[in-house]
């Protein structure tokens, strides 16, 4: 199919292009940028004027729910969210369940994913069967089914030498280890450490809960060599100690969730469950310090950390229900009001939700990436069309995916999204 997108401000946050031109797609790519030849014919045009044509948006951290957990979200549903939002590319963690240890279960999540037709799937396998902590995964093979990376998802490990032999296997044959650093001991609470969890009699999650997981995660990156991408950071101490593992040339990367960087702990009000999370929202210090890390680069991905949790869940006591919100249709909004509130520049925005996860994807992919996060001539056909003037309200009900819960609900936020195209073809229409 041919496309032409007519009359949308084109911002390549990558290359710094942004400019008001016509774009032309032909077969899933993108075929011209400006110059349109005049031989072009398209089978359809897309006026977009008024409106910001971006590459398709990278989303690290998506649980689409499937297998094990249909009651709170489906790959229909979930998938179907994330086009909504803009999204057309996204990596879903192993803690399904089963957990993604297999090959087996792998090739069936991306058979499934694929014959959907709706964004692009990249898994990550279990680093240790069933994410027990105890015996390593076989890596080759579960890379071979389709896993770009390996991860524990939210299971800490306990054992420092799993993590060494896991660390060296993964370095042997160029895979990234994928982690959340949480002591596993340390982070067994509800809510960040602080005046309000001692206030509310809610068991806390202290700072050095993160800190001490990363001391042991760079050690060990020291002598092994392995790859990292360290999996939404929660506080200031963590971001500077990122920073100065990245000065030394470690090769690291990290993200953080959309609730990290707009929500603090004051938000959990009452008891809310919406804002029962992990990692738990921290105190203003350090959501001003993953803003500001964010900013500079020092953090390379804002990611959704989209969790689908069902009613019954949710509507327990804080303490016991369960962690998570839905975001996939909020990232790019989030990111927005982000560049709204702080003055980040837009472009800056728009590149922790493009090129900034790509990038890391891309080092744990190695010459197995597409060229995706990028709005190039020749690069893939990848593209979010949304409207920035628009402001919206989020109205749980409305959300496509079937997780209803967000702390965001009520916001007023800017940007809807209008169409996204995958691979040359129309996803979502607004």
Request: charged share 20%.
């Amino acid at each position: 199919m041919n496309i032409l997108i007519k009359g949308g401000r084109v911002i390549d946050p990558a290359s710094g292009f942004d400019e008001i031109v016509d774009v032309a797609l032909v077969d899933g790519a993108v075929v011209a940028i400006k110059n349109i030849a005049n031989e072009f014919q398209p089978t359809q045009t897309i006026d977009v004027s008024g409106c910001i044509v971006v590459p398709g948006l990278m989303d690290l951290a998506v649980r689409l729910r499937e297998p094990g957990h249909e009651h709170e979200g489906m790959l229909e549903s979930e998938m179907a969210a994330a086009v909504a939002g803009g999204v057309t590319s996204l990596v879903c963690p192993p803690d399904t369940e089963p957990v993604l240890d297999e090959p087996g279960l792998v090739e069936m999540l991306r058979f499934r994913a694929e014959k959907l037709n709706q964004c692009r799937v990249y898994p990550l396998g279990a680093l240790t069967r069933n994410l027990a902590g105890e015996t390593l995964t076989e890596m080759v093979e579960l890379t071979e089914s389709g896993c770009v990376a390996f991860s524990q998802a939210e299971v800490p490990l306990a054992s420092t030498l799993v993590m060494q032999r896991a660390f060296q296997y993964a370095s042997t044959f160029g895979y990234a280890v994928w982690l959340r650093p949480q002591d596993l001991f340390l982070g067994k609470g509800v809510a960040a450490s602080g005046a309000l969890a001692t206030r509310l009699g809610l068991a806390g999650v202290p700072v050095v809960a993160e800190t001490i997981a990363l001391h042991t995660i760079f050690e060990l990156m020291k002598v092994t060599g392995v790859r990292v991408h360290l999996c939404r950071l929660s506080s200031a101490a963590g971001v500077a100690l990122v920073r100065q593992a990245k000065l030394e040339g470690l090769p690291v990367t990290c993200d953080i969730s959309i609730n990290s960087l707009h929500l603090t702990d004051a938000d959990i009000g009452y008891f809310d469950s919406r804002a029962r999370l992990n990692p738990p929202l921290r105190q203003q210090r350090d959501r001003d310090a993953l803003r500001a890390a964010l900013a500079d680069g020092t953090i390379d991905a804002l990611v959704s950390d989209h969790t689908p949790v069902d009613e019954d869940a949710k509507a327990l006591p804080f303490a016991e229900s369960e962690a998570g919100a839905t975001g996939v249709e909020l990232l790019l909004s989030l990111a927005l009001k982000w560049s709204a509130d702080s003055g980040v520049p837009l472009a800056r925005a728009l590149a922790a939700v493009t090129s900034g996860p790509a990038d890391v994807l891309g080092a744990s992919l190695g010459k197995r990436q597409g060229r995706v996060g990028r709005l190039l001539v020749g690069g893939v056909a990848d593209l979010c069309v949304f409207d920035p003037q628009s402001v919206w309200t989020v109205e749980p009900g409305a959300l496509r995916s079937q997780g209803k819960h967000t702390p965001f609900s009520g916001y007023e936020l800017p940007g809807r999204v209008r169409c996204t195209i995958v691979g040359g073809q129309v996803a979502f229409q607004a």
